[in-house]
C-alpha cells in the first residue's frame, strides 16, 4: 500500500492567496483526519470525517479554513484568503474505525509558507 | 496546566545506553498512542495501548490507567532512534491529545 498521499509537499505563497492542500487516504480507510504542526502549538486536530462526513470540526481555527471529502479516496483542505500564521505542517491522517481507538496512518505532511 | 505532560523535554544520550520518556496526562483516556516523528518527515504510531505493556524490537511502552502515566523505554539506543516522541492519548474514540514531545539525540 502506498500509505497516506499528501499534495504538494512543500507549499509557498503570499498572503491573501488562496491555498489547497490534498489528501488520498489509504484505501479501505473510513475515517480521514487532518492536523496542523506549528512549534507554539504542536499537533492540533483540525477536522475529521468519517466515512466522507465531517463529524468534528471544531478544530478549524476560522471561516478562512474549509475541508472537503467529495468521495473516500479524497479530501482538501482549502485556506482562503491565508495568512502569514497560517504557515504551518498540515498532516492528513487516515484510520479504519471499527470500534474502539484506531491507529491512525499520517502522511508525510504538506509545509506551507505564507510570506 | 497542560493535558499531557511529557519529560524530559530533550534527551541526549550515548550509543548502547537505555532511555525513558515518560508520560502523564490528566484526562480519561480509552488508549494511548506513541508516535514517533523523525526530522523533516512524516509520523509514525510505534505503539497503541490501553493497559500493561506492549514490546516491538528495542522498544517497549507501558501504561498505568490507574495512575494515568505511562512510559516508553529504547533499549541499546542507536543513532538512528534520534526523533521526536509524542506521547497522545486518545479521549473518545478519535481524538487524540498531543504531548509537546520529547526530542532525543542518540549520539555514535
Known amino acids: 500500500d502506498a500509505g497516506v498521499i499528501q499534495s504538494p509537499r512543500h507549499e509557498v505563497t503570499e498572503m491573501g492567496q488562496e491555498v489547497t492542500l490534498r489528501c488520498k487516504p489509504i484505501?479501505?480507510?473510513?475515517?480521514l483526519f487532518w492536523y496542523r504542526q506549528t512549534m507554539m502549538r504542536g499537533l492540533e486536530l483540525l477536522i475529521y470525517?468519517?466515512?466522507?462526513?465531517?463529524?468534528?470540526d471544531s478544530g478549524m481555527p476560522e471561516d478562512r479554513f474549509s475541508a472537503k471529502m467529495p468521495n473516500a479516496s479524497f479530501s482538501t483542505l482549502k485556506i482562503q484568503p491565508s495568512e502569514p500564521r497560517d504557515s504551518a505542517v498540515y498532516f492528513c491522517?487516515?484510520?479504519?474505525?471499527?470500534?474502539?481507538?484506531?491507529?491512525?496512518?499520517f502522511g508525510p505532511g504538506t509545509r506551507l509558507t505564507v510570506l | 496546566k497542560n493535558e499531557v505532560e511529557q519529560s524530559p523535554q530533550n534527551l541526549t544520550a550515548q550509543e548502547g545506553e537505555f532511555i525513558t520518556i515518560n508520560c502523564s496526562y490528566s484526562?480519561?483516556?480509552?488508549?494511548l498512542h506513541w508516535l514517533q516523528q523523525h526530522p523533516g518527515g512524516g509520523i509514525v504510531s510505534l505503539f497503541m495501548?490501553?493497559?500493561g505493556k506492549k514490546k516491538h524490537g528495542r522498544l517497549i511502552a507501558t501504561i498505568n490507567i490507574q495512575e494515568k502515566h505511562s512510559s516508553l523505554h529504547i533499549t541499546a539506543s542507536h543513532p538512528r532512534d534520534s526523533a521526536v516522541y509524542i506521547c497522545?492519548?486518545?479521549?473518545?474514540?478519535?481524538?487524540?491529545?498531543f504531548g509537546t514531545g520529547t526530542r532525543l539525540k542518540v549520539l555514535a
Open positions: 495501548l490501553s493497559s
Open positions: 484505501s479501505g480507510h473510513n475515517s
Open positions: 491522517a487516515s484510520s479504519f474505525r471499527g470500534g474502539s481507538v484506531d491507529t491512525q496512518y
Open positions: 470525517f468519517n466515512n466522507n462526513v465531517p463529524i468534528d
Open positions: 484526562v480519561g483516556i480509552s488508549a
Open positions: 497522545a492519548p486518545c479521549s473518545g474514540t478519535y481524538k487524540y491529545i
